[in-house]
């Protein structure tokens, strides 16, 4: 092996976020997925399950043992339920391996808010602590210097990067922030269940979760930072009959007149150097065909000089920057090397 490749493992590598794990690392040039694990299918090859994974180098699912995954690996990825991962961390983290998280057990930093609106138990507080916030484009640095991170949330991927330099800026008001945010079914994971069945969501839109979808208090977590004060958000999630893709639509009121062509500079400033998030021109709004298959989050805006108010849409893919690939952007920063090895993919399209 070479001084710069690195061996990988994969927990939970049957759901959709790990599948897709292993679909991107195929491509990237320093890192070997040695390991694929799934204590419910130990021993089966994964292309079983999932044939367009035939010719992946791994190819038989390994039950959870840390001190074989040790053997095999130099970072592990837990694209895991909520619940299982706080059991896991600690072990391989002790076993001396990076690990990255998918899930949301360590996004959280206070408990109370946890349990609040996992409904379940909270991780050890101090693993909570080391744990970094993955949001590459904003924390980049912290993630650069840890063994450990937490990976955000699909909902809160596309939200934060649409409202962050806003915030940071002072240039709307925070109070006033409305999120109404739009996933494919594929965000609702791999398990059977009714709302995501063919008959419920074909030919059909729905909201869910309203006013409880867990990913709330973690945008209003990084909202808070980047106003200096707490904050809280009306966010309402939908589900529309398409496999991937997010679309966030934001609206806040603005602190001063602006106008769009200034939230396109500030927004361009902001994100300089970083490769995955796009800045649309003024008058031009993406689409979540333009980013499918990616680790793009593409940006546009619109001030309403009638209302006084801002309208954002971010975009992204939710299994890639909202969960597979935004995983590897924040592998790469921890192992110094360009954040965007093995994701430079042009959108699939149309």
């Known amino acids: 092996m070479k001084s710069n490749q690195i ?13 897709e794990l292993i679909r991107l690392l195929q491509s990237h040039p320093n890192v070997t997925v040695t ?24 190819d038989l699912l390994d039950g959870i043992d840390v001190d074989n995954i040790r053997s095999k690996a130099d970072v592990v ?11 896991l961390a600690p072990e391989f983290l002790e076993a001396g391996l ?37 949001l590459a484009e904003v924390y980049g640095r912290e993630v650069a210097t840890t063994d450990f991170i937490s990976n955000p ?38 398990g059977l269940n009714l709302t995501a069945h063919y008959s419920e969501i074909n030919e059909n839109f729905k909201a869910y979760k309203i006013n ?25 999630t939908h589900l529309v009959p398409m496999t991937r893709g997010i679309m966030t639509t934001m609206y806040a009121t603005l602190t001063e007149k602006r106008t769009s062509a200034e939230f396109v500079e500030l927004y361009r400033q902001f994100y300089e150097g970083r ?28 001030v309403d000089e009638r209302t006084g108010r801002i309208t ?28 965007s090895l093995g994701l430079q993919f042009t959108p699939v399209y149309p």
């Open 98 to 134: 990076k690990v990255i998280d998918l899930s949301g057990d360590f996004r959280l930093k206070s408990g109370d808010v946890y349990r609040e609106w996992y409904k379940h138990e909270p991780a050890d507080q101090a693993l909570v602590e080391r744990a970094v916030y993955g």
């Open 275 to 302: 490769k995955f998030v796009r800045i649309r021109p003024e008058g031009r709004w993406p689409a979540t065909k333009e980013v499918f298959g990616t680790n793009y989050c593409d940006i546009g805006f619109s």
């Open 153 to 190: 949330g699909c909902f809160t991927t596309s939200a934060l990067l649409g409202l962050y330099p806003a915030v940071k800026a002072g240039w709307i008001n925070a109070d006033s922030i409305i999120i109404d945010a739009k996933s494919g079914v594929s965000g609702a994971g791999r």
């Open 77 to 87: 990825f837990l694209a895991t339920p909520h619940g299982i991962s706080m059991k």
């Open 7 to 19: 061996r990988a493992a994969i927990v939970g590598s049957t759901g959709y976020g790990g599948v």
């Open 212 to 236: 409880k979808h867990q990913h709330t208090p973690e945008i209003e977590q990084v909202l808070s930072e980047a106003a200096g004060r707490p904050v809280i958000t009306t966010f309402t």
């Open 312 to 339: 954002f849409i971010s975009v992204i893919d939710n299994l890639v920057k909202g969960a597979a690939g935004q995983a590897i952007q924040n592998l790469n920063l921890m192992m110094n090397w360009d954040e």
């Open 35 to 58: 390991s694929v694990i799934s204590s419910s299918n130990a021993g089966t090859p994964i292309a079983e399950g999932f044939p367009h994974l035939t010719e992946i180098r791994t």
